[in-house]
């Protein structure tokens, strides 16, 4: 163990103690920018099922009202996804 710990640092650790710790601005990162997109994409899909699903439970309970909404806690299948939803736009928004 001390062999190891006594040696220099290789590899990915020996290039950020070396360069991008010492001069972030050298830094060079790949973004994943398809991935990204196609993860928001997926998010998108899954917030537009869930506003699709409030709308069928506001109009089939006539919950069209802003003081309708805020008694959901009456609804628990409404409550429950307005829960699921606030998640969602959270993990949309970060």
């Known amino acids: 163990m001390d062999e190891i ?33 196609l993860s928001l994409l997926s998010l998108q899909a899954e917030l537009s099922q869930l506003e699709w699903e409030l709308k069928q439970i506001s109009k089939s309970r006539d919950l069209l009202s802003f003081q309708a909404l805020n008694w959901a806690g009456d609804d628990p299948e409404q409550r429950n996804l307005i829960v699921h939803i606030r998640k969602k736009m959270q993990e949309y928004s970060t």
Request: charged share 25%; glycine share 16%.
């Open 5 to 37: 710990m006594g040696r220099e640092p290789g590899g990915y650790h020996k290039l950020t103690e070396t360069l991008m710790g010492p001069y972030p601005e050298l830094m060079i990162l790949r973004r994943f920018g398809a991935l990204d997109a």
